[in-house]
């Protein structure tokens, strides 16, 4: 016999919820709660059944797949199975799928009177600012679910089934000596910091394409051009990354001006960064704001050609001389100044020996791109406390391809005074050097690899913070692979790290004493 399973008639169309909301009896109470629901368990189910309780309509908005960004091979259930299953609830009123980028976009378009989260209010609202800034310019009220769950409801299926068993026995090893909470305390810690991110904004242009072959005349690959996403990148995804974990955040940076006004790209950045964030933005005329414009294989995931948008700064100038200025008044007043330092022009001699001079604890990288290979290599920063690099970048350096990567590490910390440097290798992991506890290696902890674009750029904004707060250099390993594991799953620059995701992994991983 067949059994048939009907599409419940619970589940809507995003835009079709979005209309039928809007015409709610008044008085009527709409409680609305997100998320991927990927293993629906009891803890789910506990937490949308009191979600119920607090109104008289309950909507549940999924994440679509490929917005999913877990370490496995996710989405073991695809999105029109995780909502048949939440539509089986008798107290979900409503199932979707939402279309938009994050929770935050869906209670605008939705307008909820509630939007429930689970977990205590102290430590779930800290992690959602973007959902709580939400439901509050739509005149609603974030409310919290807090029903009584135990370790087998948080922990369904298990966390180490799909690591190498290398990679377990490393776990195994490091939980040895570090607890789940001893780790979660540094990255929790970091709330206090005050931190300054200084370095290029880049505006990530992805162009999603589907290859059609080539040319009938000449020999170029034609493309059929489906649809496109920006992102704030550079220093912009920097700033936004420590924003998930400090609660004081400034970025400096510098934006491209046309006709004395500044682009329309301002409007964007500002839109995209966390309200965390005091930015200070400095303008150069008659150049654009950076644009890296990427064109994509839709599926599978893969670029096929960039194009970059820019201008490079002048050595000197007016412009030079006001972000001296202003590099003189503000680095002093915070505990931490991170540099991204992507080699487009912007940071040039003076900026940097304002950095160096002035920076209570300096974090840098330097990257290497298409636009300055060879032309800017960590050494043009006499100091720094913590140097976060790939292998390639540091190689560069000493300008040799087969040495071990040990010997150059010690030399670069040596000529630096450098406490602790990472080097991040791709799938080989990180091998991390301090002078004071000597040499760290930490296997990769990825499952998956969707994008790498600013997978370095995350490990330097959190490792940096732990850094700063003396954490052991093998703990700043073990950090530094978490935070890329869940970078690479994610598209672009289109979300930011979150510190719950991060603390359900670690918790799950490691042995808590």
């Excluded at 912009?236 to 400096?252: I, P, T």
């Excluded at 992507?342 to 791109?369: D, S």
């Excluded at 530094?480 to 979150?498: E, F, K, W």
Aim: hydrophobic fraction near 40%; charge should be negative.
């Amino acid at each position: 016999m067949t059994v048939t399973h009907p599409t419940s008639p619970k589940i809507l169309p995003f835009e079709e919820l979005a209309k039928r909301l809007a015409q709610r009896p008044q008085g009527q109470i709409v409680v609305h709660c997100h998320g991927d629901f990927e293993v629906l368990h009891a803890g789910n189910i506990r937490h949308l059944e009191e979600a119920r309780s607090l109104g008289d309509v309950l909507v549940v908005s999924l994440t679509p797949d490929q917005q999913i960004h877990f370490l496995s091979e996710r989405p073991v259930f695809k999105e029109d199975l995780r909502a048949e299953a939440l539509a089986a609830l008798s107290f979900v009123d409503f199932v979707t799928v939402n279309p938009l980028q994050g929770p935050a976009e869906a209670i605008r378009a939705l307008k909820p009177d509630r939007y429930a989260l689970y977990g205590p209010a102290e430590k779930v609202t800290r992690n959602h600012t973007a959902e709580e800034a939400a439901i509050l310019e739509v005149g609603g009220k974030l409310t919290f679910t807090n029903p009584p769950l135990s370790e087998e409801i948080h922990t369904p299926v298990n966390p180490l089934s799909q690591y190498s068993p290398e990679v377990i026995n490393y776990l195994q090893d490091f939980s040895s000596r570090y607890s789940a909470s001893s780790i979660l305390g540094w990255l929790q810690n970091a709330r206090h910091l005050k931190v300054l991110v200084v370095g290029e904004a880049i505006l990530d242009e992805y162009h999603y394409c589907e290859t059609m072959g080539k040319s009938g005349k000449e020999p170029n690959l034609a493309a059929r051009y489906l649809y496109s996403e920006t992102f704030a990148g550079g220093i912009l995804a920097v700033a936004n990354n420590v924003s998930s974990f400090c609660d004081h955040v400034g970025v400096l940076t510098v934006l491209g001006r046309q006709n004395g006004s500044p682009d329309n790209s301002e409007l964007f950045i500002r839109q995209h960064l966390s309200p965390k964030i005091l930015p200070t933005f400095l303008y150069q005329d008659d150049a654009p704001t950076i644009v890296k414009r990427r064109f994509l294989e839709c599926y599978p995931l893969q670029k096929l050609f960039e194009v970059y948008l820019l201008k490079h700064m002048e050595e000197e100038g007016p412009l030079v001389d006001e972000l001296c200025q202003k590099l003189e008044e503000i680095v002093a007043g915070y505990d931490v100044v991170i540099v991204a330092d992507y080699g487009h022009g912007m940071l040039g001699p003076r900026a940097v020996e304002i950095l160096c001079r002035k920076a209570r604890f300096l974090a840098v990288n330097t990257q290497t791109n298409a636009d300055n290979q060879g032309f800017n290599t960590i050494s043009k920063y006499p100091r720094a406390d913590f140097i976060c690099i790939s292998e390639k970048e540091i190689r560069l350096e000493v300008r040799n391809r087969r040495k071990e990567p040990g010997p150059i590490m010690e030399e670069v910390a040596r000529r630096m005074g450098c406490e602790t440097l990472l080097v991040t290798r791709g799938q080989a992991g990180n091998l991390l050097f301090s002078p004071k506890d000597g040499f760290f290696t930490c296997p990769t902890l990825s499952y998956r690899v969707l994008d790498r674009v600013g997978a370095g750029d995350a490990v330097l904004s959190v490792t940096s913070l732990c850094v700063a707060q003396g954490a052991p250099t093998e703990a700043i390993g073990f950090i530094g692979n978490l935070v890329g594991a869940h970078a690479v799953t994610i598209v672009g620059n289109r979300s930011s790290l979150q510190l719950d995701s991060l603390e359900e992994h670690v918790l799950s991983i490691l042995r808590d004493r």
